[in-house]
């Protein structure tokens, strides 16, 4: 019988260890595709990132009857994530550092893309949850959110750069030595060819100036008011996944959306 350590869950995922090896196992019918997409990325970007670990040795698990979603193996690289109860232990100037530097990497990495087809898109998963999130605000937030797209929709159409990106550096993706240095990323279920400024968002979730000690390393100009707006797309293109999946959470998920408004716009 092979034993398996249990370690956390998420959305799409319960987090396994086994031999030195990390283990995902699916919860719902969008977790194969995603570490297929996983697969995908960490082979394309191997030989480009060298300032920070990410997944190696990894391996697709087929849908079975024990995983009747599939799973994704890869080598650990270490136990430890970012425990958020006790960030202010962490020193911010050694994560900030290690990002920009992980980021400038990634984000130099050569692609191709259709922009028409990432702002056609685009534009589909922003329409489609707002018309989901109708029903749950009243008019004031409801124009606000037509206030966001317009502003929101200028800055993408114009962009002229896309880069290949992480698509969630939340903190529950660091990965620590011992001794609290950031030493390797994971989680790239969600990367894709996008603004580079996408990656900067989940930075504003930790506060103490972690976002402006990390640009002040980082290679590219960007644009600020980009990563506010930002910061709204994030809570609330993630409105239909809670919908379908995690429905107990909507009254949270809404709450989230109406104060990233009241902040940002």
Not at 79 to 106: G, H
Not at 142 to 148: G, P, S, W
Not at 234 to 249: A, G, H, Q
């Amino acid at each position: 019988m092979i034993y398996l350590k249990y370690l956390s869950e998420g959305y799409r995922s319960i987090v396994y260890l086994h031999n030195n090896y990390i283990i995902l196992k699916g919860k719902n019918k969008e977790s194969y595709n995603t570490y297929k997409n996983d697969l995908i990325i960490l082979n394309k970007i191997s030989k480009y990132i060298k300032s920070i670990k990410i997944p190696s040795e990894v391996k697709l698990i087929k849908r079975n009857l024990n995983y009747p979603y599939g799973g994704l193996k890869y080598k650990l690289i270490e136990e430890n994530v970012f425990n958020y109860l006790n960030k202010d232990k962490y020193n911010l100037d050694n994560i900030a550092f290690k990002l920009s530097s992980f980021l400038n990497e990634l984000h130099s990495i050569p692609i191709n893309y259709n922009k028409e087809e990432i702002i056609n898109k685009e534009k589909e998963l922003i329409e489609k949850n707002i018309k989901l999130l109708v029903n749950y605000l009243d008019s004031n937030y409801l124009e606000k959110i037509n206030k966001f797209k317009k502003e929101y929709y200028s800055y993408f159409e114009t962009y002229c750069d896309y880069s290949l990106i992480h698509g969630d550096l939340w903190y529950e993706n660091y990965i620590f030595s011992n001794d609290l240095e950031l030493v390797g990323v994971i989680d790239f279920e969600k990367s894709c060819i996008f603004m580079r400024e996408y990656d900067f968002v989940p930075l504003l979730y930790i506060g103490n100036n972690l976002l402006e000690k990390t640009i002040k390393h980082y290679k590219y100009d960007f644009n600020l008011r980009l990563i506010n707006l930002l910061f709204i797309r994030r809570e609330l293109v993630s409105f239909e996944y809670i919908l379908n999946y995690e429905k107990e959470d909507t009254s949270e998920q809404i709450e989230k959306i109406i104060d990233k408004i009241d902040r940002y716009l």
